[in-house]
């Protein structure tokens, strides 16, 4: 899970997109049960992070009923009139997906019932992915609800600005943990950047999502950016996936290499 250092209160305008994952059992407090981020890509279909899925603790994926999924509201806490709670009904990941290394850390959910996006919901309204490599120095978005720097889970979303980071740069810092598939960015001098509880939230380009928060060293730490998944890199997985698949489980059709060295992630 991830957070927001040193962000300002997001608009509604900005972050229609934006979905706040919840744990079911812990909701019961309206917007207690915050466990992840999640961005609408489609009426039935929040891209997230397959570490949102998991539970460590048991070592196994949760089930869709487990979880549910509330957009069009700023403050985690309130309900209003453009609220919605929505139910899953499956999730998917990649086979591939490894918590100890964060390989493939990508998800996907869908909802029980397709969302209204045809402009009679005003608070909601889904975003399209990056199909195109994000060049390096782009100045991109981050939004969540995750921990900012009182070391606290945000009432409210946050949004920052961040810029995307050599691969090379990244590399040199991370060594054989940045895997392909992975993005990073942040600021190098630090004091900005996604923290625990922004995990699976939306890395945003021009409007399009150009990466998934998925892990980091600390967080707005000085030479440590944040890295995501890439998502122009898994585009064709998220896209061909669809709530008839027959399995939760998914396999995907790419390679990633093997490292030598795991790190331990925040």
């Known amino acids: 899970e991830s957070r927001i250092i040193n962000g300002t209160e997001a608009s509604l305008v900005d972050s229609k997109h934006i979905c706040s994952i919840r744990l079911r059992e812990h909701d019961r407090n309206f917007g207690s049960g915050h466990i992840c981020g999640g961005a609408l890509i489609a009426p039935n279909k929040v891209l997230t992070a397959a570490h949102c899925l998991y539970n460590n603790g048991r070592k196994r994926y949760r089930k869709a009923r487990e979880f549910i999924v509330v957009l069009g509201t700023l403050n985690r806490y309130e309900r209003n009139n453009g609220t919605i709670v929505a139910e899953v009904s499956s999730i998917a990941y990649m086979n591939t997906f490894s918590p100890d290394s964060m390989r493939d850390d990508v998800g996907v959910m869908f909802l029980r019932n397709p ?61 054989s943990g940045l895997l392909p598939g992975m993005l990073c960015a942040g600021h190098l001098q630090g004091g900005t950047d996604s923290c625990q509880g922004d995990s699976g939230g939306p890395l945003v380009l021009n409007g399009r999502i150009v990466g998934v928060v998925s892990w980091g060293y600390g967080c707005a730490e000085p030479g440590l950016p944040g890295v995501y998944a890439d998502i122009q890199y898994y585009h064709q997985w998220i896209q061909q996936r669809s709530a008839a698949s027959r399995l939760t489980v998914l396999t995907a059709p790419l390679c990633s290499s093997l490292i030598s060295l795991l790190l331990s992630f925040v």
């Open 115 to 175: 969302l209204p996006i045809n402009g009679s919901q005003a608070s909601i309204s889904p975003m399209h992915l990056a199909t195109q490599p994000t060049p390096v120095g782009a100045n991109c978005q981050v939004a969540g609800w995750g921990r900012t720097e009182k070391a606290t889970l945000s009432n409210v979303l946050l949004m920052a600005n961040v810029s995307t980071i050599r691969p090379q740069t990244c590399g040199s810092i991370y060594g």
